[in-house]
């Protein structure tokens, strides 16, 4: 049985279909990298996957339970099994480095004060930040940030990490700094690990499995080796990064369009 599965599941936004009767099993230990172009679900997904968002239909279930229509207090049980790394770290800018990682600790366990400062200190030389406890925010880069936010999303030792764009708005070495954490963490404490990403050379590099989601739906599902040699136009263009035939007609159609406005414009100017 998957540790994950979404049956069916369909999301909408007022008339913005966001899911559409969508199917993903998600086995324990795998490192699955969703990709797709901007608005079509990614993030949307894996909200779903932790119970911040309710399906409009279908199931969500994780491992063997149902979630989608658990009570919220049962749901608190579940998402202690998880870690978000949100897009931009969401760390809190009041709280310094070492409150910021023990925030779930103090929230959800009865640790001492001297145990957590033991997990913080822990979870900080694991993402290679040892000694950085009394930092502020304010102080961090962009990569030590997404550090900080990683290790306050490992503090309960979850068994599956959502990671959404781990790598936005980072060079590409300290992304790659990100993409080793990401194997790190998942080969030593066995996690499965689901990333949104649009870096391609971060998917690459992490995942066993990339699925690529398209007008709401899976469109493909397989390895990073046969990814790159799919035959799927869709994706083919995505992977290599270029525009497909219908965004650059509608590139053209609006230089045209531009073009007559200018030519009307000067045509009444001269009249």
């Known amino acids: 049985m998957s540790l994950i599965e979404l049956k069916h599941l369909s999301k909408a936004f007022g008339h913005l279909v966001v899911l559409k009767e969508l199917d993903l099993n998600i086995e324990a230990g795998q490192s699955l990298v969703i990709i797709g172009a901007s608005g079509t679900g990614k993030s949307v997904l894996l909200k779903h996957i932790v119970g911040l968002l309710r399906p409009d239909g ?20 579940v998402r202690k099994r998880f870690g978000f790394l949100f897009q931009g770290g969401a760390l809190f800018d009041s709280l310094d480095v070492c409150d910021n990682i023990a925030f779930p600790l103090v929230e959800h366990t009865r640790k001492s004060a001297a145990e957590i400062r033991q997990v913080v200190a822990q979870k900080l030389e694991m993402v290679g930040l040892p000694h950085f406890e009394r930092k502020m925010p304010a102080q961090l880069s962009g990569g030590q940030r ?5 290790a306050r999303a490992i503090a309960l030792d979850p068994e599956v990490i959502l990671y959404d764009e781990p790598t936005t708005g980072l060079d590409p070495v300290r992304s790659d700094v990100i993409n080793q954490l990401i194997i790190k963490l998942q080969r030593e404490l066995k996690v499965t690990s689901i990333t949104v990403t649009h870096d391609m050379q971060s998917a690459f590099k992490i995942a066993d499995r990339i699925v690529m989601l398209h007008e709401g739906k899976i469109i493909f599902d397989g390895t990073p080796a046969e990814i790159q040699t799919t035959e ?17 007609a509608a590139l053209d159609n609006a ?3 531009a073009d007559d406005e200018e030519e009307v414009t000067e045509s009444t100017t001269k009249d």
């Open 58 to 77: 279908g199931e969500i279930w994780f491992d063997g339970n149902r979630v989608d229509q658990m009570p919220e207090t049962d749901l608190m049980d």
């Open 146 to 150: 997404k550090r900080v936010a990683l």
């Open 232 to 248: 799927i136009k869709i994706v083919r263009d995505f992977v290599r990064g270029e525009a497909t035939d219908s965004e650059l």
């Open 255 to 257: 230089e045209e369009s």
